[in-house]
Every structure is written in structure tokens, then in C-alpha cells.
């Protein structure tokens, strides 16, 4: 037979995640120089002491690492070596007049219509800046002429940085485990952990297999929603994504009944007064939200010292 | 200089399927890891160390393995991350046990590409100045390598389509891959298109698994084991980035990683009697069954039929695959092809080679040698 | 049993908080040409290798070896990459040094980089948490780095001060680090007097955020010779982890580096650490946590470590300096630290350091890890 998790989940629907990031990459010399360019409509490629030209330009050999001797101009024309279409967009190499490589981008034509050999020429698009797009993609030119590689006297300062982002989304499962511990939370606003092995105290949040004996763990078991501060330090800085004003506290809180830590915050009137107030060892509450809960650890709006 | 000898002691798998709806990563890991014992009269007291793969992209998560080490039963061992398929996990836990330092090592493999995007998993692997904006990925890259294919070696995608669906009922035979409708080659051929010449079921499915593999030094596989499998010879091979720049026709990194491979087990790809090979598509499989010796270029169909070495019993990677444990199923697949034959018809088959591939058009290729 | 592996070649980036000027794969290159060139040796002279970096969301590429081969004119080599968060270097280290060990090369290339610049640091290090359970709360990693602390600091004295002192020293011991990019020198009153970030954190308790590459030459004994008469041998090397939620977690003694020293200096034959090592290179993503590796690492017993640091004995005359090349203060490259600290031992062990050698430099201690501080390891090297 084959494993399987053992025990039954609660049907949920699975929980939505984002990671949504902004970036600043750095194309490098070649790729800055090719990207700068484009505004001329110029098509930079790169030449190696060997002769051998490569577009678009690259700061290395795809073949053995090496540095090209200097930058050129391609031509805007050159032959269809393959293709293929994918989501409705043909992408072919190309390989542009003079060059020793293939140019993979899109084919401005149906695929029915294309054939490996045929001639072909950039098609700009003039909306498009520091960007390869600036190509539209390559369109069938059967009477385009040859063109040549030519020097490249002048050229544009590399790009140093262009903006990217990234946004990824995912459609995480519960699974048996967090299932059941959200579903409680939602229906009964408690925290239900599973017993380690042996021992009445809960892992929160629960699994199949205790982390340290790899045994199995054992019952459920409701945890409070009163516990102490195992670690908290005081937040007194901006960072992209963050949700909550500072200063406050970021608490790893052990539950009453539980052994593992989960992660909160605390609200503060100032920092030096919550320095004194809130450390290790300090007892906390939970403060629940009003309204609905969701069945996420965010139905807990934040924790509370209690005090004396 | 021989390698001298790491056994296969043990293996577990989930079953493969599209989405395990109902099972987390931590799930289907402490699943895999917690069976792979069964039967062995070892514990995961015995294991020294944990390698695993998997994907902070597919996972959603950074350093995953991070978040995972319980699962993994690693707490207070040893254990490393490859960010690559399983086949160099394991790479890695020979290597470890051949060096001394350690016996008994547990490699761990495990997807869930159901909860994320898998083209962007893909794409994101192409540099993002001239590839990544032009949408190059890994659907574009085996749509290219099919109609060279195709051009090159006068088959046809009926021919394609033929060996798709036979290795979907090989899989589903084997009942490890969870399949609602068994595809046949018009099925395959009438599937929406992935990236002409193929269509999506031409193209490796992406499913939900993990997998577990317990390898151990010479005399404690001999002692913990009936029958064990040792890994007699390993290579490995990345191309160049550009898929562009890379020999067409032809996957030259998974036959330098062959011929290393082969050169450690003092045998060539003619001695085997089974191979579990990866591919990203039909082509690649194709590409990869030639690239291993097993068949000249644009002859790979044929090495399918042939039956001289059988390939793919377990069905490869084009009905399953667990991106970034496939290689590692394969290792699993035929060390239990090899340490029990009386499981799988075929007589009795005692040499196997086992491949691997990651990256954009199988940019990586990773061969084993197995033998009992 | 295992053969023996040596450092014989090495090269890092004169690291920056941003370079315009190269690509991630450029940045990697520059390192991978200053280690073959001190190794005496051309790519081709390379079996394997080895790359690492920080998770794939700090700079936007997944699997980016697989851009970095072309880079570093790797085409049909053996290539893995390796991950382990901050660690990274340190365990594509290890990996190499089992692939050399393990007898399945002879020569290999371990590279190690991030280029921080290009994202959002701390937000994509929030990614490291369970998106269920905590990913919201989740302020980087120096939230919980600075929570951590806060644990320590009542129970084994892990002060403020303390912490100040070796921000200062670090910073200090950076100016001499030609490859470091932050170099000015801070009194522990300006360390205490800094803004708190994430309390008791300070922002002088915290490193740079740095573009960064650093490469090694790994090699077996037989070929050594051919780059080095004096390479930098491995003793000992090990990296264990901890589940980062199990139950009763100790959040004092590090128990995963713990393990890790013990199983080295069996290796290594240490049995005195304090005065066996001439040289000791740890990676302090904040001041606070050289503190927690004085002790995990048996440098003093657990609640001393507050003393050691005020003792004068850790700074670059004392009688077990640690990080004189700075350490992090003076650049974070995050992935590529672990290989940083493996070079500035080994150049102290080979007897050529640049700019701040230990005079008679025999042995030395590295320690590196990553994660939510649950993943550690640590090297002794000798000449």
C-alpha cells in the first residue's frame, strides 16, 4: 500500500495566499546597453574575439562563459529557425542576419502561414520602452534584404536598473489538521491543538506527527485563549507589506495548554513604557474581533497584558 | 574510481494526483517518511541526515524545507535543501555515506504544484531581461523541441500520442497515479493545444506527491534489506541557459550525465534491463531515452517497442509529475523493480538506470545506475 | 573513509548595497574568476559545482544556477544549487565538500551570492512563515531575531550592552576589510543611542544590506598541490537543524549548533575550544547573536557571554579574536555570507589574510546558519 495521510479532513475550500513583490533588477552591460537602445531602434549584439556575433547582446557566451570583445548593431532581419505557439502567441528563434545565434521571440504572423526559412523583420512597438517588447515581435518579410552587422559607434549608458514584479498566487489546503483547527476557531472562536505523544500538552497548531519523537500524535484538545510571552520584541519600523502601526509589539505566545508558539501582536502607547510592560514571561489575553470570525488566526484582532 | 556501494533500502510514495485537496505539504511528508520504515526494522533514530527537495516557488513559501523539518523527521539531524529534483537529493546522501561521515541517510522529495501556477513556477526560471517578457518558457521551449523533433526524425504526433497513452495505462495499472479518465492516443491528440505541435497531454502532468527513499551504506543495506538495490554509478550535466544555443536535436548534458554515470558502473545503457527516465514532454522522454544510449537519434519510439530495455514501467513522468520528486519516483521505481521482481512482471531485470531533469527544456539531467 | 578536502582557492566581490553595474549572474562571475585565479586554475580544471543563494524571492529568479551556468562558463559541468535561507553558502559549502569527500569530484567550485538590492528584503524574508499560522504578524526575520533575543536577555544576561559591544567591534574591525562596504567606526554609546527598530534591536545592532558574491575552490588532496602548498584543510564540518515550532523549543542555547560543534570537534579534535582556536568567524545577522554563538559554540559556558565580549577577548588582540573581517556589519550579502566567513578563516589558517591576519593563525572555527535561527552549522579549518 501506499501512505496516505490517515485522518479525514473537514471539507474546506482551500485558503488563498499572495506574494506580490516589487523588484529593481539589473540587466547588467549587455542587457543595459540592448534595453537602452531599443529607443533607437537598434538591435545591440554582442561580438566575441572568436568573430562570432550574438543578439541580443550578452555579457557572456552561451557556449562558454565567454566576454565578447565588443558591442554591435544586428540588422532587423534575418531567418525563422523554429517555432512553436503557446497560448495563442507563435515564439520562434530567429536568427538575425550576420548573427551565429537564435533570437527567441514572437512571431507576428499565424502559424499556419509560417514555414522555417522564411525571412523576417523586427516589428517596433513605439510604447514600449527599456523593455525587449519594444520589439513587437518579428512579422514575414519574404523580400526583406539581407542586412549586416554594423559597429556600433556611439550607444546609450546601460540601464542600471529596471523595475519588475512578481505576483504569485496560491491555493494553499488545510488538510485534516488545520482544517479542524480553523473550522473550531470560526464555529467555537477556540484553539484546538492535538496532544504530543505521551504527554497532555498540545501542539498548536496541530499535526499527524510531533515534530521531535516523529511519533503520532494523540487527541485533540482545546486550548485557552490565555497564555504567556515566550519572546516579543518592540516594532518601531516601516516595512512594504506590513499592517499594523508601529510601534507595537510582535509576541510568540504560548496558550495555556499548549507548548509550541504562535505569533501576535500586541498594541502599545509608546515604546518605553511597553519595554518595561510586556517580556518574556509576561500572561496575555486574547482580544477577539467583533463580528463574524473567518476561521483565521486574524479573528483574533490582538492580545492584551493581563495585568496584576 | 569505482563508487563504492550505497544500497536503496526503502521506499514510500503517496499516491500521485492532481490535486490532494485534503493534505497539506507536512501531511503527505511525515505520510512518506513515516512509511518508509515499515518493514525495515530501522527507525528514524537510525537516519543520520535528511536531504530533500522541493520548491520555495511552488510551495509558497521561503526556505519551505524550513517550515517542514518536523515533517521531514529531521529535528536535531542533519539536513539540507537541494533546490532541484530529488535525483540530486539523493546525489548528494550517496555522496555523504560514501564519504564515511555517515550510514543511513533519508532522502525526501514532495510537490503540491496544485496550489500554485505552474507556468509561472516555469517561466520564472528564465532569465527575465529577453526571455521572460516574451513568454519563453517551458511550454515554448518542448513546443520547439517537438517540431525540430517531428521535422527531423518523420514521425508523427499520432506516433507522439500513441506513446502517451501507453504510458498513461502503464501508470494506471500500476495504481500509484490517481487517474479519472484514461486517455487513448485520439484523446491525446484531441486535448487542447500546450504548445504546437503538442498538446497538453503530451506535456508531463503536474501532480501532487511526495516520496521517500532510505539509503544506507553496503553491509546495513545487506543486513536491513532482502534484496537491496545499490547505486553503482551517478552523473550529472547542466546545459546552457539558452535553449536557443543548446544542440538541437539532441540532449547533450543528459548524455555527458549518462556517460559519467555509466563509467562509475563499469556498464553501458546496452546492459540495462530496465530504465525510469523524466521527461518534460513526449519529446523530452524521447530526447532523453536517445540521449541514454538507449536508442540513435529520432529512434527513441522504437526503443519503447523494442523490449530489449524496458522503459518506463511505472508509466514516467508524462502521467505523474511531482515537479521536483520526480527523478526521485524513478529512483524509487526501479530499485523496487530490481529488489522485487516478483512485484512487477518482467522477469527478473538486475541493472536500471534511473534520470532525472530539471530546468527549462531539461536543462539538467541527472543519470543513476542501479543494480542488485 | 572520507578523503580529505582542502580550500584552495578563494574570491569575493568587494561587496556594495547596490551594484548598477552587473546582473546577479555578472556579480556571481566576478567571484567565481578571483577564487580560479587564486587557485591557479581555469574553469575547465572544475568537476562540479556548487552554487547558493537566499530564497529565489529576494531577487526574483527561481532556480537562477540555471541562468548563473552561462555566467560562469559552466555549460555540462555538474551543477546544484543549494538553499538554506541566511545558511545558504555555508551548506552549498558542505555539500561540496561532500562531493569531494564522497569522492565524486576531484575539484569543485562552490559560489555563493544574493544581490539584496534588487527586492524587498524583509518582506520576502515574512515569507519564510506559514501563511496560515503567523505569516501576517511577521516582521522579517528581525522580529522574531529581536524576540529571540529578548528571551535570552534576562536569563543569561545577553544585554543591550553586551550586544553594543559587538556591534562596535565589528564595526570597527570592518574598516580594515577591504571588501566591506560599511566602515565607520561606533561607540557602544551610539549603538545603545541608535533607533530602536525591532526593540531591543537597534539599528547600529544591525547589518548592511549588501550585493554580495564569494566562491571557494574545493579540492582533494591529490590535486591541491597544483593551486596552493598550503591549503586550508577541513577538520570538521556539519550544519543540523531544529523544527522551528516543536514542542518546549529552547530559544536560549542554540541546541541545533550545539549538536553541530560537538560532532565537528570530534572530527577536528577539539576539546578546548576557548584556547584551541587562534581565530573564530561568525555570521551575527544582528549583534545579539555572536552572543548566543560564544555559548553554543563552548567559547564560555551559557550565561558568560556578556563577560567574553566585555573581557576584551574576542576583539582583534585578544586571545580569541572573533570577526576580524567584521563579520556582517561590514557586508550582508545574506546567501553568500557562509562562504565569506569560510574564506576570511581560511586566508587566516593559509597565513595570507589581506588586511587583518592573526599572527600564527593555525586553526579556526566558522559558523553559519539561517532559517528562523533553527537552522546552524559550523567548520573548524586548519593549514
Known sequence: ?308 | MALSKVGVVATAQTEFRPAWNNAQHIDLISSVVTSVFKGSGLTIDDVDFIIDSGSDVLDGRSISNCGFLGALGAHHKEEARVEEDGLWAALYGVNKIRAGSSSVGLIVAYSKPSESNVDLYWNAQVEPFYQRPVGFGQRAANGIMAQRYLADSGLSSRDLADLVADRWAAAAASGKVSIDALPDADAVLAAKEGAAPLTELMFARPVDGAVAVLIAREDIARRVSRNPAFITGMGTSMDTHSVAAREAGRLSSAATAAAMAYRNAGWTSADADIAEISGSSVIGELLAIEALGLAAAGKGLSATRDGKVAINRSGGALPADPIMATGLVRLAEASRQLSQPETSSGGAPSRAIVHGAGGVGMQNNCVFTLEV | ?383
Open chain 3, 1 to 383: 573513509m572520507g578523503r580529505h578536502v582542502g580550500i584552495v582557492g578563494v574570491g569575493q566581490t568587494h561587496h556594495a548595497r547596490r551594484r548598477t553595474d552587473v546582473s546577479q549572474a555578472g556579480l556571481v562571475r566576478e567571484a567565481v574568476d578571483r577564487a580560479l585565479a587564486d587557485a591557479k586554475l581555469s574553469m575547465e580544471d572544475i568537476d562540479t559545482v556548487v552554487v547558493a543563494t537566499g530564497p529565489v524571492l529576494f531577487a526574483a529568479v527561481n532556480q537562477p544556477e540555471k541562468w548563473v551556468v552561462d555566467a560562469i562558463g559552466a555549460q555540462g559541468k555538474s551543477v546544484v544549487r543549494l538553499t538554506s535561507g541566511g545558511g545558504a553558502g555555508f551548506a552549498g559549502a558542505l555539500a561540496g565538500y561532500y562531493q569531494v569527500a564522497g569522492g565524486f569530484s576531484e575539484r569543485t567550485l562552490v559560489v555563493a551570492y544574493d544581490k539584496l538590492s534588487e527586492g524587498q528584503l524583509q518582506y520576502s524574508i515574512s515569507t519564510l512563515y506559514d501563511p496560515f499560522w503567523g505569516r501576517e504578524f511577521a516582521v522579517g526575520i528581525m522580529g522574531f531575531s529581536a524576540a529571540y533575543w529578548r528571551a535570552r536577555m534576562d536569563v543569561l544576561g545577553h544585554t543591550e550592552e553586551a550586544a553594543a559591544m559587538v556591534a562596535a567591534k565589528n564595526r570597527k574591525n570592518a574598516i580594515a576589510n577591504p571588501y566591506a562596504h560599511v566602515k565607520k567606526e561606533v561607540s557602544v554609546e551610539d549603538v545603545l543611542n541608535s533607533k530602536p527598530l525591532c526593540w531591543p534591536i537597534k539599528l547600529l545592532d544591525v547589518p548592511p544590506i549588501s550585493d554580495g558574491a564569494a566562491a571557494i575552490v574545493l579540492s582533494s588532496e591529490k590535486m591541491a598541490h597544483h593551486s596552493t602548498s598550503r591549503p586550508a584543510w577541513i577538520r570538521g564540518m556539519a550544519y543540523c537543524c531544529e523544527a522551528d515550532n516543536a514542542p518546549e523549543r529552547s530559544l536560549m542555547l542554540s541546541e541545533p549548533l550545539a549538536i553541530a560543534s560537538r560532532q565537528v570537534y570530534r572530527a577536528a579534535g577539539i576539546t578546548n575550544p576557548r584556547r584551541q582556536f587562534d581565530v573564530v568567524e561568525v555570521q551575527e545577522p544582528y549583534s545579539c547573536f555572536e552572543l548566543n554563538y560564544y555559548e553554543s559554540l563552548g567559547l564560555c559556558p551559557p550565561g558568560q557571554a556578556a563577560d567574553l565580549i566585555a573581557s576584551g577577548a574576542t576583539q582583534l588582540d585578544g586571545d580569541i579574536p572573533v570577526n576580524p573581517s567584521g563579520g556582517c556589519m561590514g557586508a550582508n550579502p545574506i546567501g553568500a555570507v557562509g562562504v565569506i566567513r569560510l574564506i576570511e578563516a581560511a586566508t587566516q589558517v593559509m597565513g595570507r589574510n589581506e588586511t587583518h591576519q592573526i599572527k600564527d593563525a593555525k586553526t579556526a572555527l566558522v559558523q553559519s546558519g539561517g532559517g528562523w535561527a533553527n537552522l546552524r552549522g559550523c567548520a573548524v579549518l586548519s593549514a
Open chain 1, 1 to 308: 500500500m501506499f501512505s496516505a495521510p490517515d485522518s479525514y479532513p473537514i471539507d474546506l475550500p482551500t485558503f488563498h495566499s499572495e506574494i506580490n513583490l516589487p523588484y529593481t533588477l539589473t540587466p547588467g552591460r549587455a542587457a543595459g546597453i540592448f534595453l537602452a537602445e531599443v529607443k533607437n531602434r537598434r538591435i545591440v549584439a554582442s561580438r566575441f574575439a572568436s568573430g562570432q556575433v550574438v543578439a541580443p547582446a550578452q555579457d557572456f557566451s552561451s557556449t562558454n562563459g565567454e566576454e565578447p570583445e565588443a558591442f554591435v548593431e544586428a540588422p532587423q532581419t534575418g531567418v525563422l529557425t523554429a517555432f512553436t505557439r503557446v497560448d495563442g502567441h507563435v515564439i520562434g528563434f530567429i536568427r538575425l542576419d550576420g548573427c551565429d545565434n537564435d533570437f527567441a521571440h514572437r512571431i507576428l504572423a499565424e502559424l499556419d502561414d509560417i514555414a522555417i526559412g522564411q525571412r523576417v523583420e523586427a516589428e517596433w512597438d513605439d510604447s514600449v520602452e527599456q523593455s525587449v517588447l519594444a520589439i513587437k515581435g518579428f512579422r514575414i518579410a519574404p523580400d526583406a534584404p539581407v542586412g549586416t552587422v554594423k559597429p556600433l559607434e556611439t550607444m546609450e549608458e546601460p540601464l542600471g536598473v529596471i523595475p519588475y514584479a512578481m505576483k504569485l498566487d496560491y491555493e494553499h489546503a488545510y488538510g485534516p489538521y488545520y482544517g479542524r483547527m480553523f473550522d473550531e476557531i470560526r464555529e467555537n472562536g477556540r484553539f484546538m491543538g492535538v496532544r504530543s505523544p505521551g504527554s497532555d500538552i498540545a501542539l498548536l497548531p496541530p499535526r499527524e506527527i510531533d515534530d521531535v519523537t516523529h511519533g503520532r500524535t494523540g487527541t485533540w484538545k482545546a486550548c485557552a485563549d490565555t497564555g504567556t510571552i515566550r519572546g516579543c520584541s518592540i516594532i518601531n519600523m516601516e516595512v512594504y507589506g506590513q499592517t499594523r502601526k508601529v510601534p507595537y509589539v510582535y509576541a510568540e505566545i504560548v496558550l495555556d495548554g499548549a507548548s509550541t508558539r504562535m505569533i501576535h501582536v500586541i498594541e502599545i502607547d509608546s515604546l518605553e513604557e511597553a519595554k518595561e510592560r510586556i517580556k518574556p514571561g509576561t500572561r496575555v489575553r486574547a482580544v477577539w474581533t467583533q463580528g463574524e470570525r473567518q476561521g483565521r488566526v486574524s479573528d483574533i484582532e490582538r492580545f492584551e497584558v493581563i495585568e496584576g
